[in-house]
């Protein structure tokens, strides 16, 4: 767009902005008006609560999870925030650095989402369904328990050890799944059972 | 119509997901930068504070991790330089940040780790917002927040100079001026700030600042029955007293905590450049304006008259003459 404006018109102009200006800065008539003050909108607001348990040591503090979009109404659901739960016995809605940073945990791109396997001496990942995990995961200890379990032991006692199997359980769950795990593990003979509350 | 949020007494509650109105209003301002006539509100919000307890503080960052993640801020990975500190220092990207001091003291001859959470004190009086140039961009409410409302933000770093306490940092990307918002947005739905609820210690607390100045009473009892005899709140008057306060346990030496300042006051310089500076500034402008004005009503033009046309043709011919006589 050209403007027609003749030196003497510009010089003009410029000084007539000028003086506007100052007058406003002198205190004659209103300051530019601010924008209305508020303070940041409230980011829970019709957010979906889930209680869950953090998921890092055995401390097991309760906490909440805020997400948007309700996976009962077959929604896709985005977690937006976590924090501690108020009304869990064991933190009373405290948690610490690394829980208070779980959001970061949850949505981390190099979480582990689903089962995957790599074959022995492999070098790549593939990914495997839960079904075939499962499988997997039973037939070798069927395999290794079948080898090695231990009924009597020299003495003709009967021991039902089963010691080449490990088990590693988790440290952040409810007694009720404490109870099972312990009585799975130990119906099974295995010996060497912890969880990462030692790690 | 929803229901207002409850006025916050505590940071220990989980936040209503249900839509409730706020209750920190535009009305509650009491004090905004730059805009020396704000209409008074009608009703007191019930002034809260926030008390960090440094000796029950462990170190532990959760209350920078809650921060973070409340805030939606994203601290850079950065690079190890040798501190406790993580990150190394303030940021637009952290608003609070845990201070690690070594002390050795000599009555004791003991090393005591003096951990301090460092952030905006929301000082009563508050030096940002009176450094301020920009209308409405750093805003007092009545309960005390000291909050800054970025879109009137300019990012000239004034507030920064006005700070008592090195707090705000002017944001590299956005260019506006950022700190602890003491988590106005939790505080309008009735809630504390989000590092006062994670604290694992409850090092941190919340709630109204007669509460915490009680609570801090009862600290410091236990702080000097167990031998810290100088033990106090650091709620400093320089500046009117702050809405975040500390115990201490060496309250008579504030400075051994990271830089604790002994008696915080507003910079003079700061009530000078926006006081008299001003108004002498404004006032030459003033008079220059006056000045131009009468220099065009009343001087005029220089006229020229017949007799000076005559003494100029007489000058004239004379340096003619000359330059004659000097080529003859």
Redesign the interface.
Known sequence: MNIDLTRRGFFGLAGAGA?AT?LG??GFGA???????????????????TRNICTYCSVACGI?L?SKGDLAASETAELI???????HPT???????????L??FVRSETRATKPRYRAPGGTEWQDITWDAAFDKIARALKDDRDANFIAKNDQGQVVNRWLTAGFLAASGGSNETGWLTYKTVRSMGILPFDNQARV | MTDRAPQPTTAAANPPVQPLASNLLPSDVVRASAMPHITAPDRQLTKVAKLIDVSKCIGCKACQSACAEWNDTSPEIGENVGLYENPADLSSEMFTLMRYAEYENPATNELEWLIRKEGCMHCEDPGCLRACPAPGAIVQYSNGIVDFIHENCIGCGYCVTGCPFDVPRISPVKHVSTKCTLCSDRVAMGQGPACAKACPTQAITFGTKEAMIAHAEERIEDLKSRGYENAGLYDPQGVGGTHVMYVLHHADQPSLYSGLPDDPQIAPIVEDWKGPAKKVGLAAIGLAAVGAALHGIFARPLKVEPEDEEDAEGLVEAAERRAREDRA
């Open positions: 003086a100052t800065a002198l300051a530019e008006a601010a924008e209305a003050v508020n303070v940041r909108a409230f980011k829970l607001t019709s957010m979906t609560e909440i805020y925030h976590v924090e501690g739960d108020a009304d933190n009373r809605g405290t948690l610490c650095p690394k829980g208070s940073a959001k970061g």
